[in-house]
């Protein structure tokens, strides 16, 4: 019970961590680079800390700001939007929509008036999901 009321100590890289991941085009071993720690450990306090692995994170941040710019636009350049968002290409992003929204981009983009549809959340299957993936 002494320890319950300890306040929760992270790890002092995890806070640079969330602010570069959550910038575009930034990859995880740049990341680790610049908070001084390997690859391998920046993952597994990461994902200690956090609940995801850092890749996860940070194309869970890309989909949210991509998902931002679909609810705000009046009309969408597809293309335009994935490399803005930092994605490699178009079907890169649909597939994020897909699993994390259980959507595809048009679709959002259709039902955006639709509360419900909009902050839809697709469950992960997780034995075939990336969101259980560790590496």
């Known amino acids: ?10 790890h002092g890289a995890i806070p640079a961590a969330l602010g570069h991941l959550a910038r575009p085009g930034v990859t995880v071993a740049e990341v680790a680079d610049l908070v001084g720690l390997s690859h391998r450990r920046l993952i597994e306090i990461f994902t200690g800390h956090v609940g995801v692995t850092p890749k996860v994170f940070a194309r869970l941040q890309r989909f949210q700001r991509a998902v931002v710019i679909v609810q705000q636009a009046r009309s969408v350049d597809w ?6 968002c930092g994605y490699y290409d178009q079907s890169h992003m649909i597939r994020d ?19 419900v549809k909009m902050n839809h959340v697709a469950l992960p299957d997780r034995a075939g999901s990336n969101l259980s993936n560790t590496a």
Do not use: T
């Not at 293309?79 to 803005?84: Q, V």
């Open 79 to 84: 293309a335009e939007l994935a490399i803005g």
């Open 1 to 10: 019970m002494a320890r319950l009321g300890r306040p929760f100590k992270h």
């Open 97 to 115: 929509f897909s699993e994390f929204a259980g959507l595809s981009p048009a679709d959002l983009l259709r039902h955006r008036d639709d509360p």
